[in-house]
C-alpha cells in the first residue's frame, strides 16, 4: 500500500479526443510527477509538479499538461490523443527537504487510443 | 544521452536459486537509485532505494548494491520463490531538483515451483 491513488483505472479513447487522469497522493508528499509506460518498456518521466508548479519536464509535447492542487491530488491531461498515446500512466509522489526522496507509486491509469 | 541497461532481459529459474539481476546507468552524477517490482498490468512498488553516498541496502531476502565508478547496480534475490515472479526494474535519479527517474526496460523473472 503506497498512499498513491489514482482513477480511473482504464478507459478508452479515440483519436483526438481529450483525457484528464486522476491522482491522489500521500498526505505530506508535496512532489509529484508522472510517467507513461507503453507496452514492453520502463516508465518515461513527463513532468513533476512542486508546490504547484511544474518543475520539471520530459520529452513530452506541450498537448500533455497538468496540475497540483493543495490538497495532495493532481491531474494529468492529454489534448488531441493519438494512437501512440495509449499506455499506461503512473503517478508517483514524495516528500522533499531532509528525505530519503523515495518515490510511491499508484497502480496506474491503462489508456487506449483507438 | 541519459540511459539504463538491465541484463538479462528475461530470466527462469527453479525455486530456490540465488539469482542477480543487472543494471547499468551512463550518468556518475547519481543522487539515488531504485529498484522496484512490477507485476503485470500493474503499479510498481519499491524494493530498495540506495543513496549515492551507500554501497547496499537489504531488505529480508533482497540485497542491492551501488557501485558508482563502474555505473553498475546488482539486486540479489535469495532462495527464489514462485511468488517473486514479476518484471524488475532499476532507476536511477540524476543530481539536481527535478527528480526524474530514468529507468531501464525491466528484467522479467519467472521463478518455476
Known amino acids: 500500500e503506497t498512499g498513491v491513488t489514482q482513477s480511473p483505472t482504464h478507459l478508452i479513447k479515440t483519436r483526438g479526443q481529450q483525457v484528464t487522469l486522476r491522482c491522489s497522493s500521500q498526505?505530506?508528499?508535496?512532489?509529484v510527477s508522472w510517467y507513461q509506460q507503453a507496452l514492453g518498456q520502463g516508465p518515461q518521466f513527463i513532468f513533476q509538479?512542486?508546490?504547484?508548479?511544474?518543475?520539471g519536464r520530459g520529452n513530452f509535447p506541450p498537448r500533455f499538461s497538468g496540475l497540483q492542487f493543495p490538497n495532495y491530488s493532481s491531474e494529468l491531461n492529454v489534448n488531441a490523443l493519438e494512437l501512440d498515446d495509449s499506455a499506461l500512466y503512473l503517478c508517483?509522489?514524495?516528500?522533499?527537504?531532509?528525505?530519503?526522496?523515495?518515490?510511491?507509486f499508484g497502480e496506474g491509469s491503462r489508456l487506449t487510443v483507438l | 544521452k541519459q540511459e539504463v541497461t538491465q541484463i538479462p532481459a528475461a530470466l527462469s529459474v527453479p525455486e530456490g536459486e540465488n539469482l542477480v539481476l543487472n543494471c547499468s546507468f551512463t550518468?556518475?552524477?547519481?543522487?539515488?537509485l531504485q529498484w522496484f517490482r512490477q507485476d503485470p498490468g500493474k503499479g510498481l512498488t519499491s524494493l530498495l532505494l540506495?543513496?549515492?553516498?551507500?554501497r547496499e541496502q537489504t531488505s529480508g531476502r533482497l540485497n542491492a548494491s551501488l557501485d558508482k565508478s563502474s555505473g553498475r547496480s546488482t539486486l540479489y534475490i535469495a532462495a527464489s520463490q514462485p511468488g517473486d515472479s514479476a518484471t524488475y526494474l532499476c532507476?536511477?535519479?540524476?543530481?539536481?531538483?527535478?527528480?526524474?527517474?530514468?529507468f531501464g526496460q525491466g528484467t522479467t523473472l519467472q521463478v518455476k515451483p
Open positions: 508517483a509522489s514524495r516528500t522533499t527537504g531532509a528525505n530519503t526522496g523515495e518515490l510511491f
Open positions: 498526505s505530506g508528499h508535496n512532489t
Open positions: 540506495i543513496q549515492s553516498s551507500q
Open positions: 532507476a536511477w535519479r540524476s543530481s539536481g531538483n527535478t527528480g526524474k527517474l530514468i
Open positions: 550518468d556518475s552524477a547519481i543522487y539515488n
Open positions: 509538479y512542486y508546490r504547484e508548479e511544474e518543475n
